[in-house]
């Protein structure tokens, strides 16, 4: 049984910081390319972060030079530090595998950047 379990999220004044955190368990996480993706309201679902197997990322115009992805296949997490964050990052922030998605999907964890 596939669990992604998001974590980390919260309300921030934007130019702030968050880490988020996303658990797998149930997938061999260490053969997939793994990605953390978006969807603010009313907005399509994208990808903002990846990250291969061997550690390449690889990160969306809008977050580059700001957002950092990063895995540990011990531990099957991966992670998301989040710097200079805008009011346009304000969304529900997931994480999955990549380039096709598990059709699970987490509950997600919440990101408000305030103005």
Do not use: H
């Not at 596939?2 to 260490?30: D, H, K, T, Y």
């Amino acid at each position: 049984q596939v669990q992604l379990v998001e974590s980390g999220g919260g309300l921030v004044q934007s130019g702030g910081s968050l880490r988020l955190s996303c658990a797998a368990s149930g997938i061999s996480f260490s053969v997939y390319a793994m990605a953390w993706y978006r969807q603010a309201p009313g907005k399509q679902r994208e990808s903002v972060a990846i990250i291969t197997i061997g550690g390449t990322t690889n990160y969306a115009q809008s977050v580059k030079g700001r957002f950092t992805i990063s895995r540990d296949n011990a531990e099957s997490t991966v992670y998301l530090q989040m710097n200079s964050l805008k009011p346009e990052d304000t969304a529900v922030y997931y994480c999955n595998r990549y380039p096709v998605p598990n059709d699970y999907w987490g509950q997600g964890t919440q990101v408000t950047v305030s103005s």
